[in-house]
Nanobody
Framework: QVRLIESGGGLVQAGGSLRLSCAASGGTFSRYAMGWFRQAPGKEREVVAAISWSVTTYYADSVKGRFTISRDGAKNTVYLQMNSLKPEDTAVYYC??????????????????????WGQGTQVTVSS
């Protein structure tokens, strides 16, 4: 059974940094994409960033230049380094896994529909 466990959320002041982690277990992942999504109160869930097995990446415009996604294939773990945080970044952040993403050169998917497995989420709160 595939499980995704997020960690690293918390409360931070505007301008601060947080690092989220998502560890995947319960399967063997060789061709895959992993993504971070977020959902603020009263808003729809939206993509933040994604990374493929071949280390192609995708970033939402709202986080480009501030957030960095990375992965450790040996640990089946993906990270989201969030710098220069803003109050509008406040949301529950979810990790997601597409276990059958085969493209070597294309950016990973940004649509929620492409991801089969989801974590429980971790709260990120940025105070002004």
């Amino acid at each position: 059974q595939v499980r995704l466990i997020e960690s690293g959320g918390g409360l931070v002041q505007a301008g601060g940094s947080l690092r989220l982690s998502c560890a995947a277990s319960g399967g063997t992942f060789s061709r895959y994409a992993m993504g971070w999504f977020r959902q603020a109160p009263g808003k729809e869930r939206e993509v933040v960033a994604a990374i493929s097995w071949s280390v192609t990446t995708y970033y939402a415009d709202s986080v480009k230049g501030r957030f960095t996604i990375s992965r450790d294939g040996a640990k089946n773990t993906v990270y989201l380094q969030m710098n220069s945080l803003k109050p509008e970044d406040t949301a529950v952040y979810y990790c997601a896994l597409d276990p059958t993403y085969y493209s070597r050169s294309r950016p990973p998917p940004s649509s929620m529909d492409e991801y089969d497995y989801w974590g429980q989420g971790t709260q990120v709160t940025v105070s002004s």
